[in-house]
């Protein structure tokens, strides 16, 4: 970046609290990825400060004395802003911009920012906007009766309606459209993904923390030539593509949008339909950093959010990425979890073992049943060779008796046949029902 365009950075203070049960050093990590954010969002960290409390002051937060020493320190170092690690309420925010003398923001406003810088599509352009509105909603503010608006007439006399009262109904009326729109795309999402189911095909999900790798990942198995920077947030809307597993079976493998810690609700929301995609796949991907310094803590932090969007149940596979980076050693990771693998999807190191373990899964997710198959129907015994998993082959006096994992679309195919065992909606599919 040139000198010219770091002279239009703003320059920042960053303000973090360690309330019990967070500690110190976590509050330090938190600060940390604040400063990328902030510097993603395009501004410099000027100064920083973290403070120890027992609880939140209800005012300002960290107290009256502290703000004050914040509003001495921002006068010292020229700073633009000060951003808090931590959520401020309205009624907070108003306090400490009157003390500072400058504006004050929490960690939500800088997320929202980035996205909005991020946002290509008109899908994800309009779930920003209804973030970033929802966020902004409970923070308008006044500017006194001078702005009021008078109506005649008997009833109506006095101050009348206020500019807030005006600004917060357009808020609300723009919030109802942009939520009808955003039902509309989800209604269209919903019918794509149900012809998907119809046709059988499995899904799989890139997850992980922003900037773990899920981009370079997925051009990496797919050829998807989505954008790839070192920065957090650089691919917000989805992408879906083909991938081709080694057995020959293909699935639609989808990159999301990274998580972080603390991760605004608003965004939560506003992406639920796009979160939906998560939900709703056979297998999650998680990608995590190796070379992070908190990697096990942000594997928490995105199965916290997992959590949040209903996709805890969805089974999970971890990949421990960027093993290329110097000082990475994937030995003790793959320990602590057993079944991960370790990939490097800038370089393609570990890409063949993790479509094998992909493979794997989804086919250990298959039903196990039991056939009867005539020996007049060898099409059928070559079919279940061909496309799933015989785990027992027998031949009785009727028939060949076979034992066999299958996907659900062979099994639907074959269902005849079956005379054992749990079909993919879990249901027993014995004739006895026993």
């Given at each position: 970046m040139s000198l010219i365009e770091r002279s239009f950075r703003e320059r920042i203070v960053l303000v973090g609290v360690a309330i019990p049960p967070v500690g110190v050093d976590e509050a330090e990590a938190g600060m940390d990825e604040l400063s990328r954010l902030v510097d993603t969002a395009?501004?410099?960290?000027?100064?920083?400060?973290?403070?120890?409390?027992?609880?939140?002051?209800?005012?300002?937060?960290?107290?009256?004395?502290?703000?004050?020493?914040?509003?001495?320190?921002s006068e010292e170092v020229d700073a633009d802003t000060v951003v808090f690690d931590n959520e401020l309420t309205p009624a907070q925010q108003r306090n400490l911009e009157r003390i500072l003398g400058r504006t004050a923001i929490d960690r939500t406003a800088v997320i929202l920012d980035i996205f909005a810088q991020n946002a290509h599509t008109q899908e994800g352009k309009s779930q920003v906007e209804l973030a970033l509105l929802r966020y902004r909603l409970p923070r308008l503010r006044g500017k006194g009766k001078g702005l009021s608006q008078q109506a005649g007439g008997i009833g109506t006399r006095g101050?009348?309606?206020?500019?807030?009262?005006?600004?917060?109904?357009?808020?609300?009326?723009?919030?109802?459209?942009?939520?009808?729109?955003?039902?509309q795309l989800e209604r269209t999402r919903r019918t794509q993904r149900r012809a998907r189911q119809r046709s059988r095909q499995r899904a799989v999900s890139l997850v992980g923390y922003t900037n773990s790798g899920k981009s370079t990942l997925l051009n990496r198995l797919t050829d998807a030539g989505v954008l790839v920077e070192d920065r957090l947030f650089a691919t917000l809307d989805p992408r879906t593509r083909r991938l081709d597993l080694p057995g020959g079976e293909a699935v639609v493998c989808s990159d999301t949008v990274g998580f972080v810690r603390k991760l605004p609700h608003e965004l939560v929301e506003a992406f639920h339909s796009t979160l939906e995609v998560v939900s709703e796949s056979d297998l999650l991907v998680h990608v995590v950093d190796l070379s992070a310094p908190d990697a096990e803590s942000q594997i928490d932090a995105v199965r916290r959010v997992l959590a949040d969007i209903g996709a805890a149940?969805?089974?999970?596979?971890?990949?421990?990425?960027?093993?290329?980076?110097?000082?990475?050693?994937?030995?003790?990771?793959?320990?602590?979890?057993?079944?991960?693998?370790?990939?490097?999807?800038?370089?393609?190191?570990?890409?063949?073992?993790?479509?094998?373990?992909?493979?794997?899964?989804?086919?250990?997710?298959?039903?196990?049943?039991?056939?009867?198959?005539?020996?007049?129907?060898?099409?059928?015994?070559?079919?279940?060779?061909?496309?799933?998993?015989?785990?027992?082959?027998?031949?009785?006096?009727?028939?060949?008796?076979?034992?066999?994992?299958?996907?659900?679309?062979?099994?639907?195919?074959?269902?005849?046949?079956?005379?054992?065992?749990?079909?993919?909606?879990?249901?027993?599919?014995?004739?006895?029902g026993s």
């Open positions: 395009g501004a410099d960290e000027a100064a920083r400060v973290l403070q120890r409390r027992d609880q939140p002051d209800p005012a300002t937060y960290v107290g009256k004395g502290k703000a004050a020493e914040l509003h001495q320190l101050p009348g309606e206020t500019q807030l009262e005006v600004d917060r109904r357009r808020l609300v009326r723009r919030m109802t459209k942009l939520e009808a729109e955003l039902r149940s969805v089974p999970e596979l971890l990949a421990f990425n960027k093993i290329d980076r110097p000082g990475t050693d994937p030995s003790r990771a793959l320990t602590a979890h057993p079944g991960s693998v370790a990939i490097s999807a800038l370089t393609g190191e570990g890409v063949d073992g993790l479509l094998v373990a992909i493979s794997d899964r989804l086919r250990a997710l298959d039903p196990v049943v039991e056939m009867a198959v005539p020996y007049e129907r060898g099409d059928v015994v070559a079919a279940v060779h061909r496309e799933g998993e015989v785990l027992v082959e027998s031949h009785e006096e009727t028939g060949t008796r076979l034992r066999a994992r299958l996907e659900p679309a062979t099994l639907a195919r074959l269902r005849p046949f079956v005379v054992a065992g749990r079909d993919a909606g879990g249901s027993d599919g014995s004739e006895d």
